[in-house]
């Protein structure tokens, strides 16, 4: 039988079908999560999302969305892919003329948002690593960040802060939802804890720490902005560049 051989130059094969190692964290921690090819099978369920955010995913996703605009206006990106549909309503507020660029590091999962966009979307997958943009100084108006920086290490972190807002143009908005520690009569605070201490190692610096301190050294921000949801276990917060 004769073999099938991809015969095509690394620059003729779509981004993200071109090596690039998986992060350590990834692999050890958040392998069953979105790694394995069966991650994705499993967790691609906004019902099962939901269920892990306890009940906060349209919140969460609507308040981030929200701060981007109804309509969003110019290049917009998205810094690793999200179970459910929230790429697909970021998408729909995409106004004509704008665009919309999603990045991830697994191609697994780019394969996958790409199957839940419509055929044709307006959307560019973009095969990158978060702490390494093969992006623009400057080139976008806008970037959000859903509940990535808590699964990354402290050093990491500060790399997807310092590579997002490299990338982000002068006066340009950034939108991070994350974990953050609840209010001490929270329940979750509590019950919370041992289960994000096991599963999700590097979650619980969200808890003890600001955003602000993986921001890079000697950048002030235009604006700085912190809401807290849910008794406090989640945050948005937007900066301006
Ligand atoms: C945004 S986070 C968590 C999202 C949320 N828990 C959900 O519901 O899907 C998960 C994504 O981040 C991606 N990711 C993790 N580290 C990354 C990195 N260094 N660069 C780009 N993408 C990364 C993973 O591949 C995965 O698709």
Redesign the pocket.
């Known amino acids: 039988m004769q073999q099938l051989v991809d015969s095509r130059t690394k620059e003729e094969k779509p981004q993200y079908q071109q090596a690039l190692s998986i992060?350590a964290y990834?692999e050890e921690t958040?392998w069953w999560?979105?790694v394995h090819p069966k991650a994705v099978a499993f967790?691609e369920r906004q019902w099962l999302?939901n269920l892990?955010l306890w009940g906060n995913f349209v919140r969460l996703r609507d308040s981030a969305l929200n701060e981007l605009g109804h309509r969003i206006h110019g290049h917009t990106l998205q810094?690793?892919?999200?179970?459910?549909d929230f790429s697909v309503k970021l998408m729909q507020r995409i106004d004509e003329g704008g665009s919309l660029d999603i990045?991830?590091?697994?191609p697994i999962?780019l394969d996958n948002v790409r199957r839940k966009l419509p055929p044709h979307s307006p959307v560019q997958i973009l095969h990158?690593?978060?702490?390494k943009l093969k992006l623009a100084d400057g080139s976008y108006d806008q970037a959000i960040i859903?509940?990535?920086l808590h699964?990354?290490p402290a050093s990491?972190r500060a790399e997807?802060l310092s590579e997002v807002l490299r990338v982000l143009k002068p006066g340009g908005k950034l939108v991070i939802v994350d974990y953050h520690q609840p209010s001490i009569l929270h329940p979750l605070r509590y019950l919370f804890k041992p289960i994000l201490k096991r599963l999700e190692p590097f979650a619980l610096d969200l808890w003890h720490q600001g955003i602000e301190r993986w921001l890079p050294k000697g950048f002030v921000p235009l604006e700085f902005t912190k809401k807290t949801f849910f008794g406090g276990l989640y945050q948005i917060i937007v900066i301006r560049r």
């Not at 810094?79 to 459910?84: D, E, F, K, P, R």
């Not at 990158?128 to 702490?131: A, F, G, I, N």
């Open positions: 992060p990834l958040y999560a979105y967790f999302v892990i810094i690793a892919c999200v179970y459910g990045v991830d590091v697994l999962q990158s690593d978060s702490t859903f509940f990535l699964e990354q990491t997807t």
